[in-house]
């Protein structure tokens, strides 16, 4: 007879990167993909279901259902998101609260969606609430003894669809307001992190109490608008902002972002060869560019 597939559960499994690593193991085949969202009517849901997840509702606030999103799986991926509160501390309460979980139920590993602890590496210099919860989140999975592999993000590609190159003064050229001045800029798309999770799971002895930092390129700010200007045809350029004048932007995440572009320039450990290794198919920006290009016709 054949062995049942292990349950993997995927957290925020409707979101850019729960939704990646979802659909990454449902194409591997290999796994039985448990969703977890809080609202299983969303269309994402629905589509996960009628691809073959099962679809479950839970709360990261809620330990009830934490147990029942995680009873009886094998391994699990974990993300959390500052963003839907901008509150450091409730993330990691949150993160904290899966832990537990993970370990009073046994999981045999988790992937989780982590960062560094930039206000411990900096000594408190600098605060990057959504990199520090992430990496007390880190910490707290290793100490009591989860078995556990941190895949560390860089800046996603998507952003540029949401903080887009904006009109010059010229009024005919465009500027790409990102302060990182000459510095590269690791970068990807959220999308390919499904197969560089897939690729973690299988490789447990390989991965487990690893920080893996993932990147498929490393560009300074005018080398990603010189390419966004030869896909569009628009002429962008590096608008070369300060981090100062970049958190006087006056957006609500204009400080926590300037914070982060700051940690940044301080040299970020993001693996450009070990990414394409665990997920080859992974975009460099100029390819991710022409597959999205729609996105910035209305330049």
């Known amino acids: 007879p054949t062995r049942p597939r292990r349950i993997v559960t995927v957290f925020g499994a409707t979101g850019a990167q729960g939704g990646s690593v979802a659909a990454a193991l449902l194409a591997d085949g290999s796994y039985t993909v448990r969703a977890i969202t809080r609202d299983i009517n969303k269309a994402a849901a629905v589509q996960l279901k009628t691809a073959g997840a ?52 046994g999981l045999k590993h988790v992937v989780f969606s982590g960062l560094e602890n930039v206000k411990k590496l900096t000594g408190g210099k600098l ?21 556990m592999t941190s895949v560390r993000l860089p800046f996603y590609f998507e952003n540029l ?10 009024g005919e050229s465009y500027n790409l307001a990102i302060p990182m001045g000459d510095i590269l800029l690791d970068g990807m798309s959220v999308a390919d992190l499904g197969p560089v999770v897939a690729s973690i799971l299988k490789c447990p002895a390989k991965y487990i109490g690893k920080d893996i930092g993932i990147s498929t390129d490393k560009l300074t700010v005018a080398q990603y608008a010189d390419i966004m200007s030869k896909v569009t045809g628009k002429t962008i350029k590096d608008a070369k902002i300060s981090l100062d004048a970049y958190r006087n932007l006056g957006f609500p995440a204009a400080q926590e972002l300037a914070n982060m572009f700051e940690f940044f320039q301080m040299k970020l450990d993001r693996n450009v060869d070990l990414t394409l290794e665990l997920n080859p198919k992974a975009k460099k920006f100029a390819e991710w560019m022409q597959q999205n290009k729609d996105g910035f016709k209305d330049l």
């Open 161 to 170: 669809l949401t903080f887009r190159p904006t009109k010059a003064s010229d």
């Open 54 to 105: 099962q679809v479950v509702c839970a709360d990261l606030d809620n330990e009830t259902s934490l147990e029942s999103a995680l009873t009886g799986a094998h391994s699990a991926f974990v993300v959390t998101n500052f963003f839907d509160h901008f509150n450091k501390d409730k993330e990691i309460e949150q993160g904290k609260r899966i832990a537990d979980m993970s370990k009073r139920l």
């Open 127 to 147: 605060e990057v609430l959504h990199f520090d919860g992430k990496g007390e989140v880190e910490e707290y999975f290793r100490a009591i003894g989860v078995p």
